[in-house]
T-cell receptor, first 116, second 110 residues
Framework: DAGITQSPRHKVTETGTPVTLRCHQTENHRYMYWYRQDPGHGLRLIHY???????DKGEVSDGYSVSRSKTEDFLLTLESATSSQTSVYFC???FGQGRGTNNEQFFGPGTRLTVL | GQQLNQSPQSMFIQEGEDVSMNCTSS?????WLWYKQDPGEGPVLLIA?????ELTSNGRLTAQFGITRKDSFLNISASIPSDVGIYFCAGQLRGNKLVFGAGTILRVKS
């Protein structure tokens, strides 16, 4: 267990409503990531953070925003949820930039989101 | 975007058999990682590879970083029922971003 929690673990919401997912780490890792997992697609990066208030887009960032106001928390927000955002969302952390073990990412338990 | 081709998509094998799966890409990677995911849980890191040609073992698991840096394979020897799950490869590009394969679903007959 890499000291990563995600909340909520399950959520059902309606189209058009805002949703915020939270990732919390106790490892003091610099990098945090949000992925979505869909059948046949593996894990796709939504956004990531390389420090407090430092974030960047991944390959599927449209419709999502993130915030990181402190090292341990990384929030993912769906401003107006759509059915295409029904997915399982995973948070991950890594120690930092560079080579070797710094690149290893450790995952949280996931949040299953259903948008009706 | 970048893609990893992971094969096979699924496997159904007898307990005790050896298993092999691989990932290939047209891109060169600096690091290859192999993860396993059990139902309802997040992926767990199994093996990390950092140099071309590197061969690393973790118990019954062995993985290799291809010499061209564009591929990697994972072998599982003498499979057991708890090996069931989804196995993902991931390659590291610039910075700390990873690209994931679509996964190999492993089912074991007891």
């Amino acid at each position: 267990d890499a000291g990563i929690t995600q909340s909520p673990r399950h959520k059902v919401t309606e189209t058009g409503t805002p949703v915020t997912l939270r990732c919390h780490q106790t490892e003091n890792h610099r990098y945090m990531y949000w992925y979505r997992q869909d059948p046949g697609h593996g894990l796709r990066l939504i956004h990531y953070s390389y420090g407090v208030k430092d974030t960047d887009k991944g390959e599927v960032s449209d419709g999502y925003s993130v915030s990181r106001s402190k090292t341990e928390d990384f929030l993912l927000t769906l401003e107006s949820a759509t059915s295409s955002q029904t997915s399982v969302y995973f948070c991950a952390i890594s120690f930092g930039q560079g080579r070797g073990t710094n690149n290893e990412q450790f995952f949280g338990p996931g949040t299953r989101l259903t948008v009706l | 975007g970048q893609q990893l081709n992971q094969s096979p998509q699924s496997m159904f094998i007898q307990e005790g058999e050896d298993v092999s799966m691989n990932c290939t890409s047209s891109s060169i990677f600096n690091t290859w990682l192999w993860y396993k995911q059990d139902p309802g849980e997040g992926p767990v890191l199994l093996i990390a590879l950092y140099k071309a040609g590197e061969l690393t073992s973790n118990g019954r698991l062995t993985a290799q970083f291809g010499i061209t840096r564009k591929d990697s394979f994972l072998n599982i020897s003498a499979s057991i029922p708890s090996d069931v799950g989804i196995y993902f490869c991931a390659g590291q590009l610039r910075g700390n971003k990873l690209v994931f394969g679509a996964g190999t679903i492993l089912r074991v007959k007891s």
